[in-house]
C-alpha cells in the first residue's frame, strides 16, 4: 500500500465555451496507491467526470483544455506523453468504467467481440486464444460464456453493465477508474455489481478511483475518500477519518442529508442553494453561500487545504473549530 | 453525466436571466445565430419581393417579342441577354418567379394540411390508421416523378394539372411524419393528465398534439418546397408541366437547349436561378431542422 | 430468415395491388380514343368497331382492370398501340440503359458521398468540411437537367472532351453517369456525414478511445457501422429516384431508356406503354425496397431482432419514397 500508483497534482482544467472560459477543475491534487480503492463524491457539475477524462487523456481538445498541472502514473507524467503511448496505456494500465451501461457498448458488434477487441489491442495472441480469455471474463463477471455471441440490446441493464467490466478488466489494468458504475441501475442490481466489483478488486489487486454521489456506496468499497465541490477537494482522509470526524460543512450536509430510518424527523435536511455556475464562480470560498457557518472572511478568502489530522485534510477557515465545537 | 451535458447544464442556468423564454423565441433565438440559414433567408426574402414586385422592376415585358435583338449576348441594353424571340431574358427570370413560389408554396401548403391532418386521424383512430397508412405506402410506391407524368397525362399538361400532381406527391411524407409525431406524443404522460382533468379529445388535440407535432412538420414543409421546385422545373422541362410561353424557369432551360453553343446563358442562368432559390431554401430549411432539434448541439 | 422474407413480400402485395389499381385508373382516364391512335385519323367507324371489340375497350372499368390485373400476374403488359409489340418487349429492350446509367451513378455517388460524408464529421468545421458540405448542398439544389446541360458546356462544347450525345461507347456513358453521380453523391454525403455525427457523440466511442483502439479503426468499425443503416435508406431511395428519374439526363444525352420511352409514349398517346412502364419501375422499386430492408438485418441486429419478434411493419425504419429529379 505503499507506492504511489497515481499522483494528480494541482490539476486545472478549462472549458473554453462561446468565448466563456469555464473552469471545471480548479487545481485539485490526489493520491492513489497500489492496492486502495479511492472515492471520490460530489454533486454533479463537481468535476468528478472530468478527473476521470484527464487521467484517460479523454478530454474532448476543442472545447477542453488542461492548463495547468501534471498527473503522475507509476512516476511517469501523463500529460506529456504522446497520443501513441496514451492509447498503449488506456485499457491495459488504466481503465475505465463509464456512467451508463446502456450506451456504453457498441449495439453492432457481440459482446465476446468487444471484450476480444481490448484484449487483442494490447496482447499478441491468436484469434482462439482471444476468444477463450474473453469468454473466461465474461464467466468471471458472472455471464455464461455461450452468450458470447449475443449482442448488447440482448441483456438486462444490470448484465450490460458487468460486460463493461469484462471489458475494462480483460488485460488487467492496474488502475480502475469507475465512473459513477452503480447510479443508472437500480438498488439489488446496485448492490451485486458492487460485490462484483470488490471481488475482481481483490483477485486482481486493482487500485481503483470509485466516482459516486452516493456516500453509501463510498463506506462499502473505498478505502479513502475525497469530497469534490465546485472543482476543488474541500476534504479528504481515509473512511473512517472523513466518517466519523466530518470536518467540512460541505461534507456534514452531505451526510444529513441522508434519511435516517430510524429517526423521527419530519422533514429531509438538505443544502440551501445551488451549485454554484462554473462560469461565474463567488469569490472566497466556493462554499460559502450555501453554508451555515459562514463569516465575513470566507467571502474574502478561498482557504488551502490544510492537514487537521495525519492524513486528513480539509479546505475550511473554521474546519479545527467546528471539532472543537462538537 | 457526460461533460457536455454537464457544461450544457451550466450554460443553461445563464440563460435563465433572459426575459422572454418562450420556445417559439428560443427557436427564433438559435436560428438568428444560424448565419447560413439567416442568409438564406434573406434571399428567399429577395426573391419573394422581386417576384411580388416582377411587373414593375423588369425592364421588358416578358413576352415582349423583339426580333431585331435576337439571340443578343448579355449587354448593357439586356442584362442577361436575349432569346431566339428576342425577349429580355432577365425579365423572364423575374417574371419566372412568380411561377415558382406560386406553384411551390401553393402545392407544399395544399400539401401539408391534407397530410398532416390525414396523419393525425391515422395516429388518432387506431380503426383507419391501417387504411390510410395503406394508402399512403401505395401513393409511395410509385415514384413520385412517375406518378406526376401520369396524373399528368391523365388530365393534360398544364400548370393547374401539374400542380394537382404535385401536391398528391408531397402529401404521402406529411401524413407519414404526422403520424409518427402524434403517435410519440400520444404516449406521453401529459396527455394522460389532460384526459385525467376532463378535457375533451379536441381540446387536447388542439392544444396539446399539434403544437408539440410541428417541429418536423415545419422542417419538411422548407424541404419539400425544394423537392417541387425541383419537380416543376423538371416536368416543364420535358413538356408535361407550365406550357410555352410562360416564363417558368424549367421551360426557359429546355427551350435554351437548343442554343447551348453560342446562346448558352438562354438556359443555363434560368437553371442558376432554380439553384439559388433551392439553395436559399435547403439553408433555411436545415436552420430550422437545427433550431427546432430539442436536443441543443454540440 | 426466410419466413420474415416470406412475410414481407405477403405484406407487399396489396401495396402492389393498389399499384396497379391506380396506373391502370389514371391511364383509363386519359382523353381519347385508343382506336384512333392506332389506326390514325382516317379511319372508319367499322374499323373503330373492330378495334373496340378487338382489344375489349368497350368493357367495363372492373372487367377491363381485371383482365389487366391478370394479364400482369402472367407477365402480359399489354400491346403498344404505336408498335403493335408486347409492352414488356419494349420495355426489356430499354430498361438495360436504365439499369446501367441508374447503378453505375448511384456506385460513383456512394465512394465519393460516403468517402466525403465520413471524413466531413471526423474533421467537423475544418475546410474541407465546408467544401464538401457546400458542394453537396448544391447537389442537392440542382436540377439534374441543369447540372447535365453545364457539364456538357465545359466538356462537350468548350473544352471538347467528351461527346454529348449517343450511348454506344465508354466514352458516351461519362457525362451521363458523371452528372447523376453528383446529384447521388450529394444526398448521400449529406445523410453520411449527419448520421456520423449522430453516432460519434454516442457513449460506446468513448469506450472504443477507453480501451485504447485508434481513431481510424473507431470511426470505421465501431461510429460507421452504426450510421449505415439511415445511409442505405438514402442510398436506395436514390436508386428508386433514379430510375424514374433518369427521364431528364436521358433526354438531355439522348440515351434510349425508359423514362424517355414512357414520356415519348405520353406524347405519342401510346398509354398501354405509360402503363407498363410505371407499373414496371413501380414494381422493380418495391423489389428494391425489400431488398433494403433485408440489409438492414444484416447490418443492425437489433433491426433483425425487431424483425423476429413483430409481426406487424417496422416503425423505426422508414419506408423508401422515390424523388424524381
Not at chain 1, 469484462?166 to 460485490?195: G, H
Not at chain 1, 469530497?227 to 461534507?251: A, C, Q, W
Not at chain 2, 442584362?79 to 423572364?92: E, H, L, P, Y
Request: charged letters at 20%; one cysteine or more; proline letters at 5%.
Amino acid at each position: 500500500m505503499d507506492n504511489e500508483l497515481l499522483k494528480i497534482n494541482n490539476l486545472v482544467v478549462q472549458y473554453i465555451v462561446d468565448r466563456d472560459v469555464i473552469e471545471a477543475i480548479n487545481g485539485i491534487s490526489l493520491t492513489i496507491h497500489d492496492g486502495e480503492t479511492l472515492g471520490l463524491v460530489g454533486e454533479t457539475g463537481a468535476g468528478k467526470t472530468t478527473t476521470a477524462l484527464s487521467i484517460m487523456g479523454l478530454i474532448p481538445n476543442p472545447p477542453g483544455k488542461i492548463a495547468e498541472g501534471e498527473i503522475y502514473y507509476n512516476n511517469e507524467n501523463l500529460l506529456k506523453k504522446s497520443e501513441k503511448d496514451m492509447r498503449k496505456i488506456r485499457g491495459k494500465e488504466i481503465a475505465m468504467i463509464f456512467q451508463d451501461p446502456m450506451t456504453s457498448l457498441n449495439p453492432v458488434l457481440t459482446v465476446g467481440d468487444q471484450i476480444m477487441e481490448v484484449i487483442k489491442l494490447h496482447n499478441k495472441v491468436s484469434q482462439e486464444e482471444a476468444t477463450l480469455r474473453a469468454k473466461k471474463m465474461l464467466e468471471m463477471v458472472g455471464i455464461p460464456g455461450e452468450r458470447y455471441n449475443e449482442y448488447p440490446h440482448q441483456f438486462s441493464g444490470g448484465m450490460k453493465q458487468r460486460v463493461v467490466i469484462a471489458i475494462a478488466l480483460a488485460c488487467n489494468p492496474k488502475l480502475l477508474i469507475a465512473d459513477e458504475p452503480t447510479t443508472a441501475l437500480d438498488v439489488t442490481i446496485q448492490a451485486q455489481v458492487l460485490d462484483l466489483m470488490k471481488k475482481l478488486k481483490e483477485e486482481f489487486k486493482t487500485s481503483m478511483l470509485l466516482i459516486t454521489h452516493d456516500l453509501g456506496v463510498v463506506a462499502e468499497v473505498c478505502d479513502s475518500v475525497a469530497i469534490m465541490y465546485s472543482g476543488e477537494i474541500v476534504e479528504k482522509g481515509n473512511i473512517s477519518d472523513v466518517f466519523r470526524n466530518t470536518l467540512h460543512p460541505y461534507t456534514k450536509g452531505l451526510f444529513n442529508s441522508i434519511p435516517d430510518v430510524n429517526s423521527e424527523s419530519e422533514r429531509l435536511e438538505s443544502i440551501p442553494g445551488m451549485v454554484s455556475d462554473p462560469s461565474n464562480l463567488p469569490k472566497g470560498c466556493k462554499f460559502h453561500p450555501r453554508c451555515q457557518y459562514k463569516t465575513a472572511a470566507c467571502e474574502e478568502q478561498n482557504p488551502e487545504l490544510r492537514e487537521i489530522s495525519p492524513g486528513h485534510l480539509v479546505r475550511c477557515l473554521y474546519a479545527k473549530q467546528t471539532i472543537e465545537e462538537k | 453525466m457526460t461533460i457536455m451535458s454537464e457544461i450544457t447544464i451550466v450554460k443553461n442556468k445563464g440563460a435563465i436571466k433572459r426575459k422572454k423564454n418562450t420556445p417559439m423565441y428560443e427557436v427564433w433565438n438559435r436560428l438568428k445565430k444560424n448565419r447560413m440559414a439567416m442568409g438564406g433567408l434573406i434571399v428567399l426574402f429577395i426573391i419573394l419581393l422581386s417576384a411580388i414586385f416582377a411587373p414593375y422592376i423588369i425592364p421588358y415585358d416578358y413576352a415582349e417579342q423583339d426580333y431585331d435583338a435576337k439571340l443578343q449576348l448579355p449587354n448593357s441594353e439586356h442584362w442577361f441577354g436575349t432569346d431566339n424571340f428576342g425577349r429580355d431574358i432577365f425579365s423572364r427570370i423575374i417574371y419566372g418567379g412568380r411561377y415558382t413560389l406560386f406553384i411551390s408554396f401553393t402545392c407544399i401548403t395544399i400539401a401539408a394540411f391534407i397530410g398532416s391532418i390525414m396523419g393525425l386521424i391515422a395516429a388518432f383512430y387506431s380503426r383507419l390508421d391501417n387504411i390510410i397508412m395503406r394508402i399512403i405506402d401505395i401513393f409511395m410506391g410509385i415514384p413520385s416523378m412517375l406518378m406526376c407524368v401520369s396524373i399528368i397525362a391523365a388530365l393534360g399538361s398544364n400548370m393547374w394539372n401539374m400542380m394537382i400532381a404535385l401536391c398528391v406527391t408531397a402529401v404521402p411524407e406529411f401524413a407519414r411524419i404526422m403520424r409518427a409525431q402524434v403517435l410519440t406524443i400520444k404516449e406521453q404522460e401529459f396527455i394522460e393528465s389532460a384526459r385525467s382533468i376532463g378535457a375533451s379529445n379536441f381540446r387536447i388535440i388542439r392544444k396539446h398534439i399539434i403544437p408539440n407535432s410541428m417541429a418536423p412538420i415545419i422542417v419538411q414543409y422548407t424541404l419539400g418546397a425544394v423537392n417541387v421546385i425541383l419537380m416543376s422545373a423538371a416536368l416543364s422541362f420535358i413538356g408535361m408541366g407550365v406550357q410555352p410561353p410562360t416564363p417558368e424557369w424549367g421551360l426557359m432551360i429546355s427551350a435554351g437547349r437548343a442554343y447551348l453553343r453560342d446562346q448558352w446563358y438562354i438556359c443555363i442562368l434560368p437553371g442558376l436561378a432554380i439553384v439559388v432559390t433551392s439553395y436559399a431554401l435547403n439553408l433555411l430549411g436545415d436552420g430550422l431542422r437545427d433550431a427546432l432539434d430539442p436536443r441543443l448541439k454540440q | 430468415m426466410l419466413k420474415f422474407i416470406f412475410r414481407r413480400i405477403l405484406l407487399m402485395l396489396p401495396v402492389v395491388f393498389g399499384i396497379i389499381v391506380i396506373i391502370f385508373t389514371l391511364m383509363y382516364l386519359t382523353p381519347g380514343d385508343p382506336a384512333l391512335s392506332i389506326l390514325g385519323e382516317n379511319a372508319t367507324p367499322e374499323q373503330i368497331q373492330a378495334i373496340h371489340d378487338e382489344l375489349g375497350l368497350d368493357d367495363p372499368y372492373l372487367v377491363r382492370l381485371g383482365r389487366y390485373f391478370f394479364g400482369v400476374l402472367q407477365g402480359d403488359f399489354g400491346i403498344s398501340y404505336k408498335s403493335g409489340r408486347p409492352v414488356m418487349d419494349e420495355i426489356l429492350q430499354r430498361y438495360p440503359y436504365t439499369l446501367k446509367l441508374t447503378f453505375a451513378s448511384v456506385l460513383l455517388g456512394v465512394i465519393i458521398g460516403v468517402t466525403a460524408g465520413i471524413i466531413s464529421a471526423i474533421r467537423q468545421y475544418s475546410i474541407l468540411d465546408n467544401f464538401f458540405t457546400t458542394f453537396s448542398l448544391f447537389g442537392v439544389s440542382a436540377p439534374s437537367f441543369w447540372i447535365a446541360m453545364v457539364l456538357v458546356l465545359i466538356f462537350s462544347v468548350r473544352l471538347k472532351l467528351l461527346p454529348a450525345t449517343g450511348s454506344y461507347e465508354f466514352k458516351h456513358w461519362i457525362l451521363p453517369v458523371f452528372t447523376l453521380g453528383l446529384q447521388a453523391s450529394a444526398s448521400i454525403m449529406r445523410m453520411t456525414r449527419s448520421s456520423m455525427l449522430e453516432v460519434i457523440r454516442q457513449d460506446y466511442i468513448r469506450t472504443s478511445k477507453a480501451k485504447g483502439q485508434s481513431e481510424f479503426i473507431t470511426v470505421m468499425k465501431h461510429a460507421f457501422k452504426n450510421a449505415l443503416v439511415p445511409i442505405i435508406t438514402v442510398i436506395g431511395i436514390r436508386i428508386c429516384g433514379f430510375l424514374a428519374g433518369a427521364v431528364l439526363v436521358e433526354t438531355v444525352f439522348a440515351i434510349p431508356g425508359l423514362g424517355k420511352f414512357i414520356i415519348d409514349s405520353v406524347n405519342f398517346k401510346d398509354y398501354p406503354i405509360v402503363q407498363g412502364g410505371v407499373l414496371w419501375i413501380g414494381l422493380n422499386c418495391i423489389v428494391i425496397n425489400l431488398i433494403v430492408d433485408i440489409i438492414y438485418c444484416f447490418v443492425d441486429p437489433r433491426i433483425k431482432s425487431l424483425y423476429a419478434l413483430k409481426k406487424t411493419k417496422k416503425q423505426k425504419v422508414t419506408s423508401i419514397t422515390a424523388q424524381g429529379v
